[in-house]
């Protein structure tokens, strides 16, 4: 009897650690799922086209590209195309602005650095231009110029309308300057600088603004000489070039 009775507690001992022995086996598996990584979710997602450098204006449209190959670089950072005649170009030289940006004050420092024989106002009218035989305009509009100088769109257009039925009479020499880049693109800067290239003799432009071959097409349509530069800074090179001694 005794030794039934510590036969059926022995069996009664296996089984209660056979019990425990399969529930902690059995926690690790439930916790797998949160620390499995979905490879689907880890897939790249699908390359979409960059478009092109472009304009500022509404009418741009992002997911249009162009072909655009770009001349300049920081190594070669000046590229003429055409022959430029420099004695077409004779001093005092009156710089202005269309459009009422920045780039006409960077070409008031060029002037300056340079030590040529100029005046320069932003808001000139036309009367002012009237005894200079070269006049060169920094095309490009920016409202933020236009609001500092108190002068609307409408005006900007009349005074710039103005200034070249002025040159056209005097038959001064006119450089058009678009030296802002693809910033200084849309329908009103656009329209400056074709009202500027039909009386111009030679165009200088930051090149990254020719991003539709806009201003290039123009110049070999018309024969114009046209300087493209890869920064702003590098119209100082343009104009040492053309008026330095």
Do not use: W
Not at 57 to 71: A, I
Not at 141 to 158: Q, R, W
């Amino acid at each position: 009897m005794k030794k039934a009775l510590i036969f059926v507690l022995a069996i009664a001992i296996v089984f209660i650690f056979a019990s425990c022995s399969k529930g902690s086996s059995s926690a690790p598996a439930a916790s797998a799922p949160a620390t499995t990584i979905s490879t689907a979710a880890a897939a790249p997602a699908a390359t979409t086209t960059t478009p092109s450098t472009g304009t500022v204006d509404t009418e741009y449209d992002p997911n249009k590209t162009v072909d655009f190959q770009q001349q300049t670089s920081e190594e070669v950072r000046v590229v003429t195309i055409g022959t430029v005649n420099k004695s077409l170009y004779s001093q005092p030289v009156f710089v202005t602005s269309f459009g009422q940006s920045t780039d006409a004050a960077m070409l008031d420092t060029v002037m300056k650095r340079i030590g040529v024989d100029y005046v320069y106002n932003a808001t000139a009218t036309a009367d002012a231009l009237k005894n200079y035989k070269t006049v060169v305009i920094a095309v490009g509009a920016s409202t933020k110029g236009l609001g500092a100088a108190g002068i609307s769109e409408a005006e900007e257009t009349a005074r710039a309308k103005a200034i070249m039925q002025a040159i056209n009479e005097s038959g001064a020499e006119v450089i058009c300057c678009h030296i802002g880049g693809s910033a200084r693109r849309g329908t009103l800067s656009d329209e400056y600088a074709d009202m500027v290239m039909a009386k111009a003799s030679y165009i200088v432009l930051k090149e990254d603004a020719n991003f539709d071959y806009k201003f290039t097409k123009y110049a070999e349509e018309h024969n114009l000489p046209i300087s493209l530069i890869y920064a702003t800074k590098d119209a100082l090179t343009v104009f040492t070039d053309v008026f330095g001694k």
